[in-house]
T-cell receptor
């Protein structure tokens, strides 16, 4: 148990489907993040939430829709995705006031395949 | 321009030997932090070690040490006495801005180095 739990671990969806990724943390962190990890590319920051408020949307297409109902939960709603959206989606959280030498705590990711 | 550059896509090391993974960074901010993460095949990113831009000494955490050369803007990870369980992807990352303060902050990652430990 890492402290950041992502479900599902694997997801295969068609281009017309609607699905959601879930992230949950029990670390008392107030900042949560979605990253996309594609093969042979650096991790790409998608969204940042601080105290449930979205503070960063890194030019992500509207077919990705985040939701943060509280500081412990973060969702990524998916609809009409493209095959190039297939990737590992990583959720992370961080302290907002503690020293930032702790970095992020990551979940294990959701491996998404769009067919 | 890339902010974090990892020039070694893949590395091999003999078990029990030491290995150095390269990382160079680019920032004009005088206050920044550098991180190394390990990503096994399971996918989870595991924090290994941190170096702050104002830290006078190189960071060490068990078998991990960070060779910080500020003038060269490099932050190489050294793993001593490699073990089979060290086989994984390794990512260098940077946080720009002060070490403390309120709110979220961004980490910028490199492309990673795949380390394979040979028995």
């Amino acid at each position: 148990e890492t402290g950041v739990t992502q479900t599902p671990r694997h997801l295969v969806m068609g281009m017309t489907n609607k699905k959601s990724l879930k992230c949950e943390q029990h670390l008392g962190h107030n900042a949560m993040y979605w990253y996309k990890q594609s093969a042979k590319k650096p991790l790409e920051l998608m969204f940042v939430y601080n105290f449930k408020e979205q503070t960063e949307n890194n030019s992500v297409p509207s077919r990705f829709s985040p939701e943060c109902p509280n500081s412990s939960h973060l969702f990524l709603h998916l609809h009409t995705l493209q095959p190039e959206d297939s990737a590992l989606y990583l959720c992370a959280s961080s302290q907002d006031r503690a020293t930032r030498s702790e970095g992020y705590t990551f979940g294990s990711g959701t491996r998404l395949t769009v067919v | 321009a890339q902010k974090i550059t990892q020039t070694q896509p893949g590395m091999f090391v003999q078990e029990k030997e030491a290995v150095t993974l390269d990382c160079t960074y680019d920032t004009s901010d005088p206050s920044y932090g550098l991180f190394w993460y390990k990503q096994p095949s399971s996918g989870e990113m595991i924090f290994l070690i941190y170096q702050g831009s104002y830290d006078q000494q190189n960071a060490t955490e068990g078998r991990y040490s960070l060779n910080f050369q500020k003038a060269r803007k490099s932050a190489n990870l050294v793993i001593s006495a490699s073990q089979l369980g060290d086989s994984a992807m390794y990512f260098c990352a940077m946080r720009e801005g002060p070490i403390s303060g309120a709110g979220s902050y961004q980490l910028t990652f490199g492309k990673g180095t795949k380390l394979s430990v040979i028995p």
